[in-house]
């Protein structure tokens, strides 16, 4: 929410930030996306569209060779995308007791430099904000990772491709693991292409109430960073 007040000269704006944790995400989740080329991060993402701004925070799919797929221990790292600058990455310690004490001081001096101003976010003079809404996560867009647990036997990878085919969405890659032993259900992996969460969500809804499919579909986003 910080960031994009800076980035985009809006109020801050807590209440709208979509959150989502890491406790859905499992061994056998970072095994498959490292199969299909990507690392599992957890990231901020801000996005300013012409009538709103998008503001979610999520466990999301990178691509391996993604500079943020790449910060890793104690660092932290912001990209930014301009329309003349193109990208850029900002990376730095975001942990330990002197970033975190250079940080708490950093905020103190600003809080002192802005007292008796109409000032917001590093300065930023209030007038200057232009408030938008939060776009609704319905309308958001992104690509899929899907995982569930399904029942080996012919035509259900034909079901899913129906289910995900109703709403829109196309498949970008599947993967589908041999049983183990005399197991009746095996793990499968989809990789989508771009779609909006409401789409996605009605097809892993119709999806989850296959027969053949024993586990509700774990679902984590992909940016390309394109």
């Known amino acids: 929410s910080i960031l994009a007040a800076m980035a985009f000269a809006t109020p801050l704006n807590f209440a709208d930030v979509f959150c989502e944790g890491i406790s859905g995400v499992t061994p056998a989740d970072i095994q498959f996306a490292d199969e299909l080329g990507y690392r599992i991060k957890h990231l901020g993402i801000a996005k300013e569209h012409s009538d709103a701004v998008e503001l979610r925070v999520h466990p999301t799919l990178l691509p391996k060779n993604a500079l943020l797929a790449n910060v890793d221990g104690v660092l932290n790292a912001v990209r930014l995308q301009g329309h003349a600058a193109g990208e850029t990455v900002y990376s730095g310690a975001g942990a330990g007791r002197l970033p975190t004490a250079s940080a708490v001081v950093a905020d103190l ?7 008796g101003a109409a000032v917001h976010c ?14 609704p996560m319905d309308s958001v867009c ?7 647990q399904a029942e080996d036997r012919p035509g259900v990878m034909s079901q899913l491709a129906s289910c995900l085919g109703a709403e829109g969405i196309s498949i970008e890659a599947l993967i589908q693991k041999p049983p183990k032993d005399a197991a009746a259900t095996v793990p499968v ?3 989508t292409n771009s779609a909006r969460e409401d789409a996605l969500r009605r097809a892993v809804t119709a999806i989850a109430a296959l027969p053949a499919v024993t586990q509700t579909p774990h679902c984590i986003r992909i940016e390309s960073l394109n």
Do not use: E
């Open 109 to 115: 001096v600003d809080i002192a430099r802005a007292q």
């Open 122 to 135: 590093l300065g930023v003079p209030v007038a200057a904000l232009t408030a938008k809404p939060a776009m």
């Open 142 to 148: 992104s690509a899929w990772y899907l995982r569930l």
């Open 189 to 191: 992996v989809v990789l």
